[in-house]
Protein backbone atom coordinates (compact mmCIF):
# COMPACT_ATOMS: atom_id res chain seq x y z
CA UNK A 1 0.00 0.00 0.00
CA UNK A 2 1.57 3.50 -0.63
CA UNK A 3 2.04 5.82 1.72
CA UNK A 4 0.22 9.15 1.09
CA UNK A 5 2.19 12.30 -0.06
CA UNK A 6 2.58 15.39 2.13
CA UNK A 7 0.46 16.83 -0.34
CA UNK A 8 -2.41 14.63 -0.66
CA UNK A 9 -2.11 14.73 3.56
CA UNK A 10 -2.81 18.66 3.41
CA UNK A 11 -5.99 18.16 0.88
CA UNK A 12 -7.40 15.46 2.99
CA UNK A 13 -7.03 18.18 5.89
CA UNK A 14 -8.25 20.84 4.14
CA UNK A 15 -11.06 18.66 2.99
CA UNK A 16 -12.17 18.13 6.56
CA UNK A 17 -11.67 21.47 7.43
CA UNK A 18 -13.70 22.79 5.09
CA UNK A 19 -16.60 19.90 5.47
CA UNK A 20 -16.68 21.17 9.13
CA UNK A 21 -16.37 24.78 8.63
CA UNK A 22 -19.51 24.87 5.80
CA UNK A 23 -21.29 22.07 7.67
CA UNK A 24 -21.09 25.02 10.69
CA UNK A 25 -22.09 27.38 8.69
CA UNK A 26 -25.19 25.92 6.98
CA UNK A 27 -26.20 24.65 10.46
CA UNK A 28 -26.11 28.56 11.86
CA UNK A 29 -27.83 29.87 8.72
CA UNK A 30 -30.89 27.17 9.41
CA UNK A 31 -30.86 28.34 12.99
CA UNK A 32 -32.23 31.78 11.45
CA UNK A 33 -35.77 32.10 11.52
CA UNK A 34 -37.04 31.34 7.89
CA UNK A 35 -40.12 31.45 5.90
CA UNK A 36 -38.79 28.19 4.38
CA UNK A 37 -36.15 25.46 5.07
CA UNK A 38 -32.71 25.67 3.33
CA UNK A 39 -33.83 22.98 1.19
CA UNK A 40 -36.96 23.94 -0.38
CA UNK A 41 -35.37 27.54 -0.94
CA UNK A 42 -32.84 26.07 -3.24
CA UNK A 43 -35.42 24.17 -5.01
CA UNK A 44 -37.17 27.69 -5.56
CA UNK A 45 -33.77 29.25 -6.47
CA UNK A 46 -33.11 26.94 -9.40
CA UNK A 47 -36.68 27.40 -10.53
CA UNK A 48 -36.11 31.26 -10.58
CA UNK A 49 -32.28 30.55 -12.43
CA UNK A 50 -33.46 27.67 -14.68
CA UNK A 51 -36.80 28.09 -15.31
CA UNK A 52 -39.41 24.88 -15.17
CA UNK A 53 -38.03 21.32 -14.63
CA UNK A 54 -39.31 18.18 -14.48
CA UNK A 55 -39.31 16.63 -10.65
CA UNK A 56 -36.62 14.31 -11.82
CA UNK A 57 -34.58 16.94 -13.20
CA UNK A 58 -34.76 18.66 -9.27
CA UNK A 59 -34.04 15.70 -7.84
CA UNK A 60 -31.21 15.04 -10.12
CA UNK A 61 -29.81 18.60 -9.90
CA UNK A 62 -30.74 18.57 -5.81
CA UNK A 63 -29.17 15.65 -5.39
CA UNK A 64 -32.30 14.22 -3.79
CA UNK A 65 -34.17 10.90 -3.86
CA UNK A 66 -37.25 11.17 -6.10
CA UNK A 67 -39.52 10.35 -3.79
CA UNK A 68 -38.07 13.07 -1.14
CA UNK A 69 -38.37 15.92 -4.40
CA UNK A 70 -42.04 14.55 -4.62
CA UNK A 71 -42.70 15.40 -1.08
CA UNK A 72 -40.61 18.43 -1.39
CA UNK A 73 -42.58 19.73 -4.41
CA UNK A 74 -46.32 18.55 -3.05
CA UNK A 75 -45.57 20.65 0.13
CA UNK A 76 -44.48 23.85 -2.30
CA UNK A 77 -47.44 23.50 -4.39
CA UNK A 78 -49.86 23.37 -1.48
CA UNK A 79 -48.36 26.28 -0.18
CA UNK A 80 -48.78 27.88 -3.50
CA UNK A 81 -45.34 28.57 -4.10
CA UNK A 82 -44.91 26.07 -7.22
CA UNK A 83 -46.89 24.85 -9.97
CA UNK A 84 -47.11 21.64 -12.16
CA UNK A 85 -47.81 22.17 -15.54
CA UNK A 86 -48.27 19.87 -18.35
CA UNK A 87 -44.72 20.09 -21.03
CA UNK A 88 -45.57 21.51 -23.86
CA UNK A 89 -43.16 19.34 -25.54
CA UNK A 90 -43.95 15.56 -24.26
CA UNK A 91 -47.32 15.83 -22.39
CA UNK A 92 -46.31 12.71 -20.48
CA UNK A 93 -44.46 14.89 -17.96
CA UNK A 94 -44.91 17.73 -15.77
CA UNK A 95 -42.99 20.45 -15.39
CA UNK A 96 -43.03 22.67 -12.04
CA UNK A 97 -42.56 26.44 -12.32
CA UNK A 98 -42.46 29.10 -9.88
CA UNK A 99 -45.44 31.17 -9.28
CA UNK A 100 -45.69 34.84 -8.09
CA UNK A 101 -45.83 33.41 -4.40
CA UNK A 102 -42.99 31.51 -4.45
CA UNK A 103 -40.87 34.74 -5.90
CA UNK A 104 -42.31 36.71 -3.12
CA UNK A 105 -41.03 33.99 -0.38
CA UNK A 106 -37.87 33.35 -2.06
CA UNK A 107 -37.02 37.13 -2.42
CA UNK A 108 -37.91 37.29 1.32
CA UNK A 109 -36.11 34.36 2.81
CA UNK A 110 -32.45 35.75 0.18
CA UNK A 111 -33.67 38.93 2.20
CA UNK A 112 -33.32 37.57 5.65
CA UNK A 113 -30.00 35.12 5.45
CA UNK A 114 -28.30 37.56 3.39
CA UNK A 115 -28.87 40.60 6.12
CA UNK A 116 -28.13 37.66 8.67
CA UNK A 117 -24.65 36.83 6.46
CA UNK A 118 -24.21 40.62 5.22
CA UNK A 119 -23.98 41.43 9.68
CA UNK A 120 -21.57 38.58 10.10
CA UNK A 121 -19.46 39.89 7.35
CA UNK A 122 -19.41 43.65 8.80
CA UNK A 123 -16.93 41.80 11.63
CA UNK A 124 -14.39 40.96 8.72
CA UNK A 125 -11.49 43.22 7.89
CA UNK A 126 -10.32 44.35 4.65
CA UNK A 127 -8.14 41.90 3.68
CA UNK A 128 -9.79 38.64 5.34
CA UNK A 129 -13.02 40.32 2.69
CA UNK A 130 -11.17 39.84 0.08
CA UNK A 131 -8.97 36.49 0.98
CA UNK A 132 -13.10 35.30 1.14
CA UNK A 133 -14.37 37.59 -2.10
CA UNK A 134 -10.85 35.85 -4.01
CA UNK A 135 -11.97 32.11 -2.37
CA UNK A 136 -16.06 32.25 -3.77
CA UNK A 137 -15.15 31.06 -7.44
CA UNK A 138 -13.45 27.97 -6.20
CA UNK A 139 -16.23 27.14 -3.98
CA UNK A 140 -18.46 27.85 -6.81
CA UNK A 141 -16.66 25.40 -8.86
CA UNK A 142 -16.39 22.43 -6.48
CA UNK A 143 -20.31 23.51 -5.35
CA UNK A 144 -21.44 22.74 -9.25
CA UNK A 145 -18.80 20.40 -10.07
Do not use: F, K, Y
Amino acid sequence: MPVPSPTDTDQTLLASDLRVVLGQLVRRMRAERQPLPLTQTSVLSRLERGGPHSASELAAAERMRPQSMAQMLAELEEQGLIARARDPRDGRRALVTLTGGGIATLTECRRQREGWLAGELNALSPPELETLTRALPLLRQIAES
